[in-house]
């Protein structure tokens, strides 16, 4: 109210327009300098996400490769991240627990709907460390293809669980067309079958049977456990790496490049509402059994009830 009042009353005075007053250039310059403080905290913030500051190297590389990809080709669909800077980065109570959350929306008129990327830091009891770092990408309703993710889950500084998949968003028995479409013909299931060749790799079984329901039959879940942090180090930069910007290359060509209905495919209004039911059934189930549990022992009541809002708004499951 008082900027409005403001501009009223000096806009219907005598003073020409052309000749503003100290006033009006004062406040002039506190908008740029408002503006100016604005995009430096979001720089600030966005380069201490892009930090990933408690992993290895190699693992550091990796995700700042596949997320400076994914922002730039995606960057003419993406709106800027309006997170809060206090859920962009936040640490519990006694500082034993530090994390960051980099959320872009897409712009309306494109297939994307938003992408996140996260890195998570917790001391454990066992004296060990808890590090996850995670990108996903997700498709609104305009298109069926699937989406993108990958996460890299370590407690020991020899082993770590890796899960690099494109879920599915439609049923692949009763739609072969789209398991053959998105998952044979690009060849997905070569970079499992190229990972599990290794010695120290195996499959990973998640104990939740709802991610093991999401994934699709071509997920890399896999455990790798080395004898030595430098072979870790090693199976993560000349096996886990290519792979995974291979995943993201197809994702971003295959999936995110392009509308169905530029193909030439109509999404009708029912299977339209049905991939939004699917969708938000997915993130209010991975909200539930991911941040709603582990968040508060991790966080604390007040840090994790501020964040949870704030990624329950942005997924669309308030």
């Not at 700042?64 to 995606?74: A, F, R």
């Not at 968003?169 to 998105?182: A, I, Q, W």
Request: negative net charge.
């Amino acid at each position: 109210m008082p900027m409005i009042f403001c501009n009223t009353l000096y806009s219907s005075s005598s003073l020409s327009p052309l000749a503003p007053t100290r006033t009006n250039s004062s406040r002039f310059s506190n908008k740029l300098r408002v503006r100016a403080q604005s995009q430096s905290m979001d720089d600030h913030l966005h380069r201490k996400f892009m930090e990933f500051p408690y992993v290895s190297p190699s693992r550091r590389q990796l995700m700042v490769d596949l997320m400076s990809t994914l922002e730039d080709g995606l960057q003419s669909h993406l709106l800027p991240c309006s997170l809060p800077p206090d859920v962009r980065n936040f640490k519990n109570p006694n500082g034993s627990a530090e994390a960051s959350i980099h959320i872009r929306s897409g712009d309306k008129s494109s297939p994307i709907d938003f992408v996140i990327g996260s890195w998570i830091h917790c001391k454990i009891p066992t004296g060990a460390s808890l590090n996850i770092t995670s990108i996903s990408a997700f498709l609104n309703s305009s298109t069926k293809a699937p989406n993108f993710l990958l996460e890299l889950i370590q407690s020991s500084p020899t082993s770590l669980v890796l899960v690099l998949d494109l879920p599915h968003r439609k049923d692949l028995v009763l739609h072969p067309d789209y398991l053959k479409e998105y998952y044979q013909d690009t060849s997905l299931d070569s970079h499992r079958q190229s990972l599990l060749k290794l010695p120290q790799v195996k499959p990973y079984v998640s104990p939740s049977l709802f991610i093991r329901s999401a994934v699709s039959p071509t997920a890399s879940m896999l455990q790798i456990e080395a004898e030595e942090e430098e072979k870790l180090e090693e199976i993560l930069r000349d096996h886990v790496s290519p792979a995974a910007k291979e995943v993201l290359r197809v994702w971003l060509e295959r999936c995110a490049a392009k509308e169905d209905e530029e193909d030439g495919i109509v999404i009708g209004e029912e299977e339209r509402l049905a991939l939004e039911r699917r969708d938000k059934s997915f993130r209010k189930k991975s909200v539930e059994e991911d941040l709603d549990l582990q968040f508060p022992r991790i966080f604390g009541e007040e840090v994790s009830s501020r964040v949870v809002h704030a990624i329950k708004e942005a997924f669309g499951v308030l």
